[in-house]
């Protein structure tokens, strides 16, 4: 299959220490995709859904203790500590490896390993990169075929010298004569999940769930790239990318950073609210953007697929999606209807009055628990929905006019805001907070930091990150052609706990001033004003047509919370106080400014 020498020699060493039973080089071909399909059918792991209500697609149930990503068991083993800062777990790499030799040894005993070439970003593009994930799980393999290049052509591209990102990955549940597998395997003694940022190695260890498995995705495409982005001078970022349409025909693309589980799928494939404007996709999860030779910042989707939260996910919230994933998709902890479908939770209203949940028990109305896993997901390829974009393959990427941070906050952060400046911008992100969510074990709804929607994603140390920021926006030759940076929340509520923004498709209302934002001087006082936070829509400057939103809940969803911000400072101190001396001074002194104007504006 290939002539690259130093994947034959790696493979043979996998081979040598984990013992699987067979080998199989992915193709990539849609016959090796059916065929694991089907066997995954024949083991159990698989049930084929009914071809009349969802053609070509599979229906899967992890193991109940394998449904996230883990992020205590997520390591980042640089050479030295201080290279991995502190918002991520460290070991020394040596020290790991050690440790997780004896756990791979035989790991893949009465298994087939997979070798996996994969591309993130079209085969071609001089922003995409190439990885080899080897796993024993087909679950992987299926998953990796959606979302990301697979097979022969990216060995062709390769070449005989190339270079790739090494991933192995197991289950950790060998196989010994006796036993019999389980329909999914998972070690729950041992989850590691752990990166060498130096040698550009992953090694994921008893989990099979997502992004603690498929490698080209949280592990390589923003962990290990992070890396390579710092070192090359570009950015790997938690960023959806969204082509906006206005109705002139005009065109702009924004990216933007929410954390996981916060609506970035329904906000790629948006339904706008308002009349002659258009989203369509591009990408969902992951950015990879560089400078062109035109000054203007490039971004690529390196993925191929969505791999998106299931529940909550309705004809309503994301009709896009729905459409997407009518058939060839694959279902992981949904519920499963008595005729062959899927369900979850907020998909259709009433619930149907039988459903097998996801934990396989028998589910009615009257249940007390969910029917699907919060975090169930759907994997479906890009190609099939309805609005992607038809550049969203174009291996130059898209050039972004605007870059959108944001999470679930309940209180103070207004609809949106503009910074001030890029440096601003890189503040406002910096210290970005947002209820925590399914996508990873532990607790559901504490508010927490999760700068630029990195912290369980960025491969080194988050100091280091935000001076990589600034520098990349101080160092441009023309800033005007750099882009310009907001801060959304959808999620603000009123004291009763209730939302005061509809969401969904009348967010196009706050992208269409972006938009129009983008084309004018950020000092331009006709559609915003300065406040001690950065630019605010005036009143009036917001789209309303035939939204039920007066004056007065407008003018609410744009107040600043004096006092909320300044109370606000002492925990932006603390948190930045954890960089220490890697912290760049340009976010101190944005911190200091940010109270001075509160302070002369109270
Ligand atoms: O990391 S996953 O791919 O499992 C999903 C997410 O957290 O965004
Ligand atoms: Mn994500």
């Not at 083991?43 to 109940?64: A, E, H």
């Not at 990169?129 to 024993?136: A, C, F, K, N, P």
């Not at 990166?195 to 498929?214: D, K, M």
């Not at 990216?255 to 799928?265: D, E, I, L, Q, R």
Request: aromatic share 10%; net charge neutral.
């Amino acid at each position: 299959m290939t002539k690259n020498q130093r994947l034959i020699k790696w493979v043979e060493e996998v081979v040598a220490q984990c013992q699987p039973d067979a080998i199989h080089w992915c193709d990539g071909s849609s016959q090796e995709y059916d065929q694991l399909c089907r066997t995954m059918v024949e083991t159990g792991t698989f049930i084929r859904l009914n071809p009349q209500k969802r053609p070509n697609s599979f229906y899967c149930r992890s193991d109940p203790a394998d449904v996230a990503r883990v992020e205590q068991y997520t390591f980042i083993c640089s050479a030295k500590q201080g290279d991995a800062g502190p918002s991520n777990n460290w070991a020394d790499p040596r020290e790991m490896k050690e440790k997780l030799t004896p756990l791979f040894a035989g790991a893949m005993r009465g298994r087939t390993l997979y070798v996996i070439p994969y591309s993130m970003g079209p085969i071609g593009s001089p922003i995409a990169r190439i990885g080899v994930e080897l796993s024993d799980s087909p679950y992987v393999v299926v998953n990796m075929h959606m979302m990301t290049r697979v097979g022969t052509k990216v060995l062709e591209a390769l070449g005989p010298d190339g270079d790739f990102v090494k991933g192995m990955h197991s289950v950790g549940v060998p196989l010994d004569d006796s036993a019999a597998d389980v329909p999914w395997p998972c070690n729950a003694a041992h989850k590691f999940i752990c990166h060498f940022p130096e040698t550009r190695e992953i090694w994921s260890f008893g989990s099979g769930y997502g992004g603690n498995a498929l490698l080209g995705k949280k592990c390589h495409a923003l962990r290990i790239a992070s890396v390579q982005a710092r070192d090359e001078g570009w950015l790997a970022e938690h960023m959806l990318i969204l082509k906006l349409t206005s109705p002139q025909n005009a065109v702009k693309y924004i990216a933007a950073a929410f954390p996981s589980a916060c609506g970035k799928t329904n906000l790629a494939m948006m339904e706008p609210a308002l009349a002659g404007w258009k989203v369509e996709t591009i990408g969902d999860d992951i950015a990879w953007m560089k400078f062109g030779p035109d000054g203007r910042l490039y971004a690529i989707n390196p993925e191929a697929g969505f791999f998106g939260v299931a529940p909550g996910t309705s004809f309503k919230s994301n009709p896009n999606a729905m459409k997407t994933i009518t058939q060839g998709a694959l279902f992981t902890n949904c519920a499963l209807t008595p005729d062959g479908d899927i369900w979850w939770e907020d998909m259709s209203s009433p619930p149907p009055d039988h459903l097998t949940d996801w934990t396989r028990r028998p589910w009615n109305p009257r249940s007390r628990r969910k029917a699907a896993h919060p975090n169930a997901r759907f994997t479906v390829p890009a190609r099939q929905c309805p609005v992607i974009a038809p550049e969203w393959e174009d291996p130059k990427g898209v050039p972004i006019s605007a870059i959108l941070f944001g999470g679930r906050r309940a209180g103070i952060v207004p609809l949106v805001n503009e910074a001030l400046s890029w440096r601003h911008g890189v503040f406002l992100g910096s210290t970005m907070a947002s209820e925590t969510t399914s996508a990873a074990t532990g607790k559901v709804g504490a508010l927490r930091r999760d700068p630029m929607a990195m912290l369980p994603f960025c491969g080194y140390n988050m100091g280091d990150y935000f001076a990589h920021w600034i520098k990349l926006g101080e160092n441009h030759p023309e800033p005007s052609k750099l882009p310009r940076i907001f801060f959304v929340n959808w999620f603000r509520k009123n004291p009763d706990g209730r939302f005061l923004w509809p969401g969904y498709g009348e967010n196009s209302r706050v992208l269409k001033w972006i938009f129009q934002r983008c084309a004018l001087p950020v000092a331009d006082t006709t559609l915003a004003r300065q406040t001690a936070i950065g630019y605010l829509p005036t009143l009036h400057a917001l789209d309303r047509t035939d939204l039920p939103v007066d004056d007065q809940l407008m003018a609410e969803l744009l107040s600043i919370d004096v006092g909320g911000w300044l109370a606000e400072i002492p925990s932006i101190r603390e948190h930045y106080a954890k960089f220490e001396d890697r912290l760049p001074q340009g976010l101190t002194k944005e911190l200091e400014s940010l109270e001075h104007r509160l302070k002369s504006n109270a």
